[in-house]
């Protein structure tokens, strides 16, 4: 049997589904060129049986085609960082060994690098050049099987691989239908990076799942975004708080025809979402004020999908993120274990339902720790206020959201305790207007050192993703400590914002 996304891409049949930079690819073109994948990843074998194939290709149809691709194959997608370092690949791709990885034109140096040196083979796709189904039998894959990998980063200084069966995806797509009723009119352009939730599931999966059509671009581009948006090209748009503020920001600048058509394009949408960090209430207030639209704020989490939504009608209340999402279950735990009941008390959010990751790869320990009575812990804390619940913060300090990323500070500590000159240091997120938070790092040197801020964002260039790079820089006699005489984290985010 089908998996559900490809029965349903049947029925759409010569629909366009997605506008690339190469043209438009019907639903039908997408199936083909899927079936062509799947039986070029198969060869002999009857069922890839999960194994991981690595996709380094960028948002368009091929993307969508190997992914498919690999899954009729019976294999496990693991989508790759288009910004990530080649060391940041190899130890993730040392993780989770995928079979071969697949691209198209000339990958990334980074990708090639990481693969050389792990011995892992790229296999090269091209539209033009797609191998022809010869109408094989694909396997048919059960729900319960692994789907999907992601790399997440949390509170460990190593990145974890969150692993979602079929029906983890399945559960956390018809959710999203449901609750922002998707259809098969829905238009909507994507540009967010398709190795997380935001853009794989919540847009690119969700609107091909309704039959709709995408339009794919290579990354985020104000201008030729504002253009599609004023040729009244969508229905639908997803992005996170710093996209919007930067439209706002672009819509500014345009001569004024430019800029009404922009604004009458975001005013004709049927739904314009905002999530992945938290929305500040006076770019909510913004947005509504020049398009006429409240922005619906969501929340979600790599390994649970979305799982709180403002209504689709009804109150969507400045500084909350509404209610659980069909088929969500959440409760607010607090430090004591006890689940809070009634408002006004804050807890953690711990979530339930058949969205959730099945495993955090090969770490049996860490998955087991973070449920708890079959809950799963998200580490976020929020209260119930009015009828909708509000993020008050996360329990970890070593957790910071960059311009809709998740980063860990321990992660970027560790990159930077390698350097010789360094003896100590600590990273935090610091309050910032553009970015939700910025990476900041308070230093510690080795006697008779420098470093200037300049040299050590040259450091971890080399080993690390581009938005982990700190943005702040302090040097320091000494790092500020608790009672307990560890390194205070509250005290070093007042060294940058000069609170206590
Ligand atoms: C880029 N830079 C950043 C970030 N992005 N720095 C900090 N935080 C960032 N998020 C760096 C660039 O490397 C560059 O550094 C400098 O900032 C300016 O780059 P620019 O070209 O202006 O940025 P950009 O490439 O246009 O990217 C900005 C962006 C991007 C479009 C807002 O960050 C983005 O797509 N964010 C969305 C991420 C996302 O989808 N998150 C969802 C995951 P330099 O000048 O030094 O070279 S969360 C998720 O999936 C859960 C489930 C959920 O709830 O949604
Ligand atoms: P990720 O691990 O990249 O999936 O990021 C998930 C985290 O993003 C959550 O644990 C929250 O801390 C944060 N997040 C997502 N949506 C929102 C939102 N609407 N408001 C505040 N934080 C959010």
Not at 296 to 318: C, F, N, Q, V, W
Request: net charge neutral; proline share 6%; charged share 20%.
């Amino acid at each position: 049997m089908d998996l559900p996304i490809i029965s349903r891409a049947r029925r759409h049949g010569g629909a366009p589904a997605v506008e690339d930079h190469e043209g438009t690819w019907s639903y039908g073109e997408l199936l083909a060129a899927s079936a062509g994948i799947a039986e070029q990843l198969l060869g002999a074998a009857a069922d890839l049986a999960e194994a991981r194939v690595g996709l380094a290709i960028p948002a368009g149809g091929l993307h969508v085609a190997a992914q498919w691709g690999i899954w009729r194959a019976g294999g496990v997608v693991v989508p790759l960082s288009q910004a990530a370092t080649a060391a940041e690949l190899e130890q993730f791709l040392a993780d989770v060994r995928p079979a071969c990885i697949l691209a198209t034109g000339a990958p990334r140096p980074e990708v090639v690098a990481a693969a050389g040196s792990l011995g892992i083979p790229i296999v090269h796709l091209a539209r033009e050049t797609l191998p022809a189904a010869r109408g094989l039998v694909l396997p048919a894959i059960a729900a319960g099987r692994r789907a999907m990998i992601l790399c997440t980063s949390g509170t460990t200084s190593r990145p974890k691989g969150v692993v979602s069966t079929h029906a983890g995806l399945s559960a956390q797509i018809t959710s999203l239908i449901e609750a922002w009723r998707w259809s098969a009119a829905d238009r909507i352009p994507l540009f967010l990076p398709l190795y997380h939730i935001h853009g794989i599931v919540n847009v690119m999966s969700s609107c091909l799942w309704a039959g709709g059509r995408l339009d794919a671009f290579s990354r985020f581009d104000a201008a030729a975004i504002l253009d599609r948006v004023a040729a009244g090209r969508y229905t639908l748009f997803m992005a996170v708080p710093t996209i919007y503020g930067r439209l706002v920001e672009a819509i500014a600048g345009l001569p004024d025809d430019a800029r009404q058509a922009a604004v009458a394009g975001f005013s004709a949408l049927r739904l314009a979402v905002s999530g992945s960090a938290a929305l500040p209430a006076s770019l909510h207030a913004r947005w509504h004020q020049l398009t006429g639209q409240q922005l619906l704020e969501r929340y979600g989490m790599t390994e649970i999908g979305m799982a709180l939504s403002h209504p689709y009608d009804g109150e969507r209340r400045a500084g909350t993120v509404g209610v659980p999402l069909p088929g969500v279950e959440v409760r607010l735990v607090d430090d004591a274990g006890g689940v809070v009941s009634g408002t006004d008390a804050s807890g953690e959010i711990q979530v339930r339902g058949p969205g959730v990751f099945l495993e955090y790869w090969g770490q049996p320990e860490a998955t087991r720790d973070s449920f708890t009575e079959g809950w799963f812990r998200t580490g976020d804390v929020a209260v119930l206020e009015r009828g909708q619940y509000r993020i008050l913060g996360r329990r970890s300090v070593d957790i910071i959201k960059s311009g809709g990323y998740k980063l860990s500070a321990l992660e970027i500590e560790a990159a930077l305790l390698d350097h010789p000159a360094i003896r100590g240091c600590a990273v935090v997120g610091v309050p910032d207007d553009e970015w939700g938070e910025a990476v900041a790092v308070a230093a510690v040197l080795e006697p008779g050192e420098t470093l200037d801020a300049q040299t050590l964002r040259g450091w971890c260039r080399e080993r690390l993703s581009p938005y982990k790079i700190p943005r702040r820089v302090v040097v320091v006699d000494s790092l500020p400590q608790n009672a307990l005489g560890k390194t205070s984290k509250p005290a070093v985010r007042a060294l940058f914002t000069g609170g206590t």
